[in-house]
């Protein structure tokens, strides 16, 4: 599938699954728990593919996850 146009949409608290990164390439839109966007940048970055949004998407999902002190 040609990804020219791929961008992350926002993320989810889904229930039982946590934070999920949504993310869009053409016009399938596709949902990734941390796990899975690691094994995607990871797969990408070994073919040489740009993971830029994915990682954009990680970087957004761990500032969620940290917890912030008082």
């Known amino acids: ?3 020219n146009n791929v961008e992350f949409v926002c ?3 889904m229930p039982g699954e946590g934070l999920v ?8 839109s596709l949902l990734y728990n941390r796990q899975g ?3 995607r940048i990871l797969k ?15 970087a957004q999902m ?3 996850s940290v917890p912030h002190s008082l």
């Open 1 to 3: 599938m040609p990804e």
């Open 44 to 58: 990408r970055k070994q073919d040489g593919a740009d993971t830029s949004v994915e990682e954009s998407a990680l």
């Open 37 to 39: 966007l690691q094994y």
């Open 21 to 28: 990164a949504e993310i869009k390439y053409e016009s399938e």
């Open 62 to 64: 761990n500032l969620l």
């Open 11 to 13: 993320l989810y608290n």
